[in-house]
């Protein structure tokens, strides 16, 4: 839990900053990109968050990946400070929560679709249309098709779920069914 503290700390502070030039969704896509090569490299990774790794090494490593991935130089600052306090083990965790907030400010909300079958794009638009009613936001979309579902879908936003699968349904039957 201490960590969560620590990357809405992180988070919100970006945020505020970022607030200035609106310019969330390419700031989220840097630290998410940079967070994905920090957990998938474990070399990289090592380097970064050993303590017996001199810090002057550290930051030379980071700039030169930060230089060619042409990082904005926002977020390169960042990840500098976020080295300097040994906080880059929370990158993934801060990005997260940073595109949550950033969500939140853009009015915006993410709904994830699971259907049987796949949506022609007409469907997809219907959909995210009517959430958009629902949620009075504007929806990020997306679909995966689950062929177990049978028929109908499940969409998730947030925390809450609308399960309006045929599964879903005939187990609903089945308790009925079993209790008289």
Do not use: C
């Not at 969704?25 to 920090?38: C, H, K, P, T, W």
Request: aromatic share 4%; hydrophobic share 45%; charged share 30%.
């Amino acid at each position: 839990m201490a960590g969560n503290a620590v990357a809405r700390r992180y988070a919100k502070a970006l945020v505020s900053i970022v607030k200035s030039d609106g310019n969330f969704d390419e700031v989220a896509q840097n630290l998410r990109g940079m967070a994905s090569l920090i957990e998938e490299n474990l070399g990289f990774r090592n380097v970064l968050i050993n303590p017996s790794i001199n810090k002057r090494l550290k930051e030379e490593v980071l700039g030169r990946v930060m230089t060619r991935l042409g990082l904005l130089p926002l977020v390169s600052r960042f990840l500098t400070l976020l080295l300097e306090k040994d906080r880059l083990r929370d990158l993934s965790e801060i990005s997260e929560m940073f595109a949550t907030l950033s969500d939140r400010i853009m009015n915006r909300v993410k709904v994830d679709v699971k259907t049987a079958f796949d949506l022609t794009a007409d469907e997809e638009t219907e959909l995210k249309e009517k959430f958009q009613d629902v949620t009075k936001k504007d929806v990020m979309l997306h679909v995966d098709v689950d062929r177990e579902l049978i028929g109908g879908l499940i969409a998730r936003v947030g925390s809450e779920v609308f399960d309006g699968s045929v599964r879903n349904r005939l187990e609903t039957m089945k308790e009925v069914l079993l209790r008289g």
